[in-house]
């Protein structure tokens, strides 16, 4: 934890959402979504906190957008979609160098990828809706997406043998992309 994500959220936000207890993880990543849209009553529309240091907010907002997306209840998928979607728009980004923007959301790529190719219909529709949202970023570039997306014809399986609902979400999302 050298990047500050401890001191910026509280040792306790921390525990709880690497909790063995989903509804601590739930109620942990809901009331950091609320902690960044507390800044929406502000001017600068931070935290009052994170006023001087936006830098350190988004770190701290990636680093629980990535433990939420990466947990198996869906609505703390969900809640880490929305922190992320929250982190990559000003004012939580601006002044974050694009590098490192890049950086930090590239790996979000394939999982959002991963759950535009499930069965579940909401999880699908916010993947998307995320995906699309990520690349309004001016730091990233839709030929990365497109690169993922395509992928597929490079790796297995062929695109003939591989099943529909991947094929279709991934031209949907090619679709959306153009």
Known sequence: MNDGTLTTVGVKLWTALNSDAWRHRE???KAFLEYLESG????SGLPAKHEESPEKLFIASIMI???CCYDKLLNVYFTGIN????AIMPP??????ARRIKKEVTPFIKLLISKVEQLNDKAREKSQTA???LFKNPAMDSATLVSELMEITKKGPKPDKAPERIILG???LLLLLL
């Open 27 to 29: 109620a942990a990543s």
């Open 40 to 43: 929406d009553e502000n001017p």
């Open 65 to 67: 957008a990535k433990i």
């Open 83 to 86: 922190i992320l979607s929250k």
């Open 92 to 97: 939580i980004c601006v002044g974050v160098p």
């Open 131 to 133: 995906l699309i949202g």
């Open 170 to 172: 991934r031209l949907e």
